[in-house]
């Protein structure tokens, strides 16, 4: 059975390599407010669409108080030609034998193109300052995600 994270519960732990190598852990997040997106792969066109969207908004998530941080099973190097191929600012984590997806139910059967799948749940989390998950959302589209977010956190009106 997938789990199903809810608002008011603390954010799994983890400690994942960044697109440069180094190690990231929950615990680095604390005191800002954090957007912490799972998708299924790098340099493919629905992820880079929402990567690109985060890149376009981060100006107003940044100067609302959030940091953006994405998460795929790419390898770091990966990360990194995506990091630069896309011009992203903000931090890729990689995740490669998948067990921050499943702490986090980012990771379960899903429909592709008529069959039943594992993979991938393209998942969003917000987490305060403190680690505790404000709001989750799973199964989202790669398009329009970042903006229909933007105005739930009251971004834009």
Known sequence: MTVRLEPGTAAPDFALLDQDGAT???????????????YPAAMTPGCTTQAC???????????????????????PAKLAEFRDRDGL??????????????????????????????????????????????LAQYNVKATGHVARLRKQLGIDS
Do not use: C
């Open 24 to 38: 990231v852990r929950l615990s680095d997040l604390r005191g800002q407010k954090t957007v912490l997106y799972f």
């Open 53 to 75: 969207d985060f890149r376009d908004s981060i100006s107003s998530l940044q100067g609302a108080g959030y940091r953006v941080i994405g998460v795929s099973r790419d390898e």
């Open 89 to 134: 600012t903000f931090t890729l984590l990689s995740d490669p034998d998948h067990a921050v997806h499943v702490a986090y139910g980012a990771w379960g059967e899903k429909m592709n193109y008529g069959k039943v799948v594992e993979g991938v749940l393209r998942s969003t989390f917000v987490l305060d300052e403190d680690g505790t998950i404000d």
